[in-house]
């Protein structure tokens, strides 16, 4: 099993509508999680990080964590085609210790017009 | 612009020779890590320092490569012999340990590497 599982997509939504994006993890010590956006042929981007059980929001991004489940997700809403970009789930494997990131392969996100 | 900068941009080198790149992190960054990325594969860590230290080397980071960061600011990460496998886009990223909560890195705009 991998220690960081995504989607790889392609997942298409309409521009408006909701993206969900899913993300699940072997360590159950890890204790924090974040979300990268990544632009082809640019470097990831940090849109949100959670490390608490339940909804963290932040403008049109919701991340959800269930930590029994060992599932993390990202929520967009309102999607716009400026979106579209590969979705990267990271995550530390230790509690508050090296903080190296073990990241997904990425969900690539289209957002149709 | 995270703030983290990484010289040069794009490297194109034959099999065989030496590389080495730069990054210079946030200024009150103690933590710098490097990465690398395959088309179509998500970051992989190689390594990382805090202050002048390199705490963790990656199984990934053969003894062709070396990192660096002399007087815990900026970092460099030398390949020698290079391998036409080595061709990646390799990413810095910088954080700074707080004594509780999430530590978040910030990347880099990534060296891309080609090995002819």
């Known amino acids: 099993q991998k220690e960081v599982e995504q989607n790889s997509g392609p997942l298409s939504v309409p521009e408006g509508a909701i993206a969900s994006l899913n993300c699940t993890y072997s360590?159950?010590?890890?204790?924090?999680f974040f979300w990268y956006r990544q632009y082809s042929g640019k470097s990831p981007e940090l849109i949100m990080f959670?490390?608490?059980?339940g909804d963290k929001e932040d403008g049109r991004f919701t991340a959800q964590l269930n930590k029994a489940s060992q599932y993390v997700s990202l929520l967009i809403r309102d999607s716009q085609p400026s979106d579209s970009a590969t979705y990267l789930c990271a995550v530390p494997p230790y509690a508050f210790g090296n903080e190296k990131l073990t990241f997904g392969t990425g969900t690539r996100l289209t957002i149709i017009p | 612009d995270t703030g983290v900068s990484q010289d040069p941009r794009h490297k194109i080198t034959k099999r065989g020779q030496n590389v080495t790149f730069r990054c210079d992190p946030i200024s009150e960054h103690n933590r710098l890590y490097w990465y690398r990325q395959t088309l179509g594969q998500g970051p992989e860590f190689l390594t990382y320092?805090?202050?002048?230290?390199?705490?963790?080397k990656s199984r990934l980071l053969s003894d062709r490569f070396s990192a660096e960061r002399p007087k815990g600011s900026f970092s460099t990460l030398e390949i020698q012999r290079t391998e036409q496998g080595d061709s990646a886009m390799y990413l810095c990223?910088?954080?700074?340990?707080?004594?509780?909560?999430?530590?978040?890195?910030?990347f880099g705009p990534g060296t891309r590497l080609l090995v002819l």
């Open positions: 990223a910088s954080s700074f340990r707080p004594g509780q909560g999430a530590e978040t890195q910030y």
């Open positions: 360590d159950r010590g890890s204790q924090s």
């Open positions: 320092f805090q202050n002048e230290a390199q705490l963790e």
């Open positions: 959670i490390y608490s059980n």
